[in-house]
Every structure is written in structure tokens, then in C-alpha cells.
């Protein structure tokens, strides 16, 4: 089983960043993917970034060129720094980790962008 603990949350004003962090435990099998995912009130779930155990990243259109998502794989952990924040980018933010042994979700983590 895999624990995801999400940390870096909080609240700042439009235009400024955070960043969120994501550090995996447990049985992790290979190949695996980590995601973000966000939900915003009175919205579905809905995908930020991804990355591949390779480092190969994507985004949703609505945060490419604001956000970089990153793996350390020595410390299995996966970053979202988030840069150029609207109000927007308000949402609770879920870190996922997607392997041949199933889903693994975060408890989630609060952003608010608020002036």
C-alpha cells in the first residue's frame, strides 16, 4: 500500500507562487506516474500535471508555462511549483500516484488565491 502526504499549501495573493510537495511511501512499483489533481468548490476533480517515473511531464492547458511539476526519485517525492496564481487556481489539490498496483491518493491540500 502507498501513502501519499501532501505539504505546501496556503493562501497568497494573485500573482505570487507556491509550492506543493508530495512524498510517496509503501509498496511503489514500477512503472508509475504522479499526478495533481485539483478540486475546486462546486467543481469535479480535475488533472493539473503529470509526470512519468522517466521525467517526462504534461499539463493542463490552463497552467502550462505557470507550473513546473518535478520528481525526485531518490526521495519519491513530486513538487508543483506553482507560479503566477489567479484566483482561479483556487482548490483543495491532490497529489495521485498511478502504478500496476492501482491508485494511490493524497489527503489533499488547501489553495487559496485571494486578494
Known amino acids: 500500500q502507498v501513502q501519499l502526504v501532501e505539504s505546501g499549501g496556503g493562501s497568497v495573493q494573485p500573482g505570487g507562487s507556491l509550492r506543493l510537495s508530495c512524498a510517496a511511501s509503501?509498496?511503489?512499483?514500477?512503472?508509475?506516474?504522479m499526478r495533481w489533481y485539483r478540486q475546486a468548490p462546486g467543481k469535479q476533480r480535475e488533472m493539473v500535471a503529470g509526470?512519468?517515473?522517466?521525467?517526462?511531464?504534461n499539463y493542463d492547458a490552463s497552467v502550462e508555462g505557470r507550473f513546473t511539476i518535478s520528481l525526485d526519485r531518490a526521495k519519491n517525492t513530486v513538487y508543483l511549483q506553482m507560479n503566477a496564481l489567479t484566483l482561479e487556481d483556487t482548490a483543495v489539490y491532490y497529489c495521485?500516484?498511478?502504478?500496476?498496483?492501482?491508485?494511490?491518493w493524497g489527503q489533499g491540500t488547501q489553495v487559496t488565491v485571494s486578494s
Open positions: 509503501g509498496a511503489i512499483f514500477s512503472p508509475y506516474v
Open positions: 509526470v512519468t517515473e522517466g521525467d517526462d511531464p
Open positions: 495521485n500516484l498511478q502504478s500496476p498496483a492501482g491508485n494511490s
